[in-house]
């Protein structure tokens, strides 16, 4: 066992070594998948899995820090989320806000909610707003806590806030459609004013978005890795690291 650890060590090094820093992603998105199917292979329940998958949330951005990435968006909890059983959605409710909790206080973040806040219980919505305010000057990594989030509902979002601006202005209907664009679409997404996603990794071994970021990823390159969140390591994120640096981005072409 010691000598498994030693090894690992090693190519961990080579790993981090081996990095081109000139192609570090700016913005890293995480889809944090799995935990429930690791708490069942652990013979453990449904909260202890998302209590060990939130744990594992301030390894990754201390990685993310060592490494220079300036945001990161952390999916934590879906619009379609929101239907579980209340004997499931409550005590991740609990964990999630306990969990912006402590990052607010360890002062090295910006704390940023994304996602429809008025789906979410009082309790949880304060928590997360709460943590926004206390780290509002923090000079750090921006996180996205993305909760009662989905793509889809962000993109309406936007557009609503855009015709209801708009409507304020006394722009016709007329006026806008023969105006507007993607770049007036993007002000008003949950992320608006931050570069988009160069990164997006997914644990689990699952292949897909499933609504994450689906405006802002049209240019991202993927990673998906086969470990369950709570058993994601530093290894796994230098691969992806690694993996993101060796392709040639096209950018849709």
Known sequence: MAWNNVLYSIYEGRLAA????????????????????????????????????????????GWCDDVGVEVVTLWLLSTDNLARPAS????????????????????KW?????????????TTALALKTAAEATVDVVGITVNVAVGYGGRREVVDAVRALLA??????????????????????????????????????????????????????????YFCEAYWPDFRRVDFLRALRAYGARQRRFGS
């Open 18 to 61: 081996g990095l081109n820093h000139d192609r570090i992603p700016r913005h890293v998105g995480v889809i944090l998948d799995g935990n429930r199917r690791w708490a069942a292979g652990q013979g453990g329940s449904t909260a202890q899995g998302h209590a060990a998958g939130a744990a594992k949330i301030e390894e990754l951005l």
């Open 88 to 107: 499931e959605l409550e005590p991740l409710l609990d964990i999630i806000s306990k969990t912006v909790t402590e990052l607010a206080a360890i002062g």
């Open 110 to 122: 910006r704390i940023n909610p994304v996602g429809a806040l008025d789906l979410l219980p009082e």
């Open 165 to 222: 601006e708009h409507a304020l202005r006394g722009t016709s209907l007329d006026e806008l459609a023969a105006t507007i664009d993607a770049t007036d679409i993007a002000g008003y997404l949950y992320t608006k004013g931050q570069p988009d996603p160069d990164l997006v990794i997914r644990t689990s071994g699952e292949q897909r978005l499933g609504g994450f970021l689906l405006w802002q990823s049209a240019h991202s390159e993927f």
